[in-house]
């Protein structure tokens, strides 16, 4: 069974930097696109970022370009995401999800993906 656990959330001023991590279990980690979303209160998940299973594409949500920088581990089986430069407007809780299968969806679509962990919980004050 597939699982994924995220971590590293917290309480950060604005301006701050958090790092997120993903840890992946019960899957060919080396051949899943990975990517997370967020969720702020009262608002729909957005997409947030995405790496392709190879590592060498990854993708950006336009609200966190050039801040945001996602990136993956093989011997960790584990995705990161580095947060700079952190904005009010990024409070939310941060999802990871995994597609183990071929998907006609982009990934910036949240149906493309087959699994989530639970979320954690990143809040920026101003």
């Known amino acids: 069974q597939v699982q994924l656990v995220e971590s590293g959330g917290g309480l950060v001023q604005a301006g701050g930097s958090l790092r997120l991590s993903c840890a992946t279990s019960?899957?060919?980690?080396?051949?899943?696109?990975t990517g997370w979303f967020r969720q702020a209160p009262g608002k729909e998940r957005e997409f947030v970022a995405a790496?392709?299973?190879?590592?060498?594409?990854?993708y950006y949500g336009d609200s966190v370009k050039v801040r945001f920088t996602i990136s993956r581990d093989y011997a960790k089986n584990t995705v990161y995401l580095q947060m700079n430069s952190l904005e009010p407007e990024d409070t939310g809780v941060y999802y990871c999800?995994?597609?183990?299968?071929?998907?006609?969806?982009?990934?910036?679509?949240?149906?493309?993906?087959?699994?989530w962990g639970q979320g954690t919980q990143v809040t920026v004050s101003s």
């Open positions: 790496i392709g299973w190879s590592g060498g594409t990854t």
């Open positions: 999800a995994t597609r183990v299968a071929p998907s006609a969806r982009s990934v910036f679509d949240i149906r493309a993906y087959d699994y």
């Open positions: 019960g899957q060919t980690f080396s051949r899943s696109d």
